[in-house]
C-alpha cells in the first residue's frame, strides 16, 4: 500500500483554485482590502463570499463572469 505524505497532499500546482482570497477580489475591483471586508460583513458586495471560519472566499466563475474574463455559457451556447 503506498502512502501520500502531507506535503504533497497539500500542494496544488495542477488544480487551479475555484476562489479568490478577499485580497485578490479587492485588487480586481480596485478597492482597498479594508473597504472590501467592510462590505463583505455588510453584505453590500454584488457577489455573495463565502464565509470560512473567518475568512471570506468568493466563487472565481462568479467574478470571473462579472468582470467579463470568461465568456458566459448561455451567449456562447447562443451563439453556436
Known amino acids: 500500500m503506498q502512502t501520500v505524505s502531507q506535503s504533497t497532499m497539500s500542494k496544488r500546482s495542477d488544480l487551479e483554485r475555484a ?17 472590501t471586508h ?10 455573495t463570499p ?8 468568493f466563487p472565481k466563475a ?4 462579472m468582470l467579463g ?6 451567449e456562447a451556447s447562443d451563439a453556436a
Open 19 to 35: 476562489t479568490y482570497s478577499l485580497a485578490e477580489y479587492a485588487a480586481l475591483h480596485d478597492i482597498s482590502y479594508t473597504k
Open 38 to 47: 467592510e462590505m463583505a460583513q455588510a453584505g453590500t458586495l454584488p457577489v
Open 69 to 74: 474574463l470568461t465568456p458566459d455559457t448561455a
Open 62 to 65: 462568479v467574478v470571473d463572469r
Open 50 to 57: 463565502l464565509k470560512i471560519g473567518r475568512t471570506y472566499r
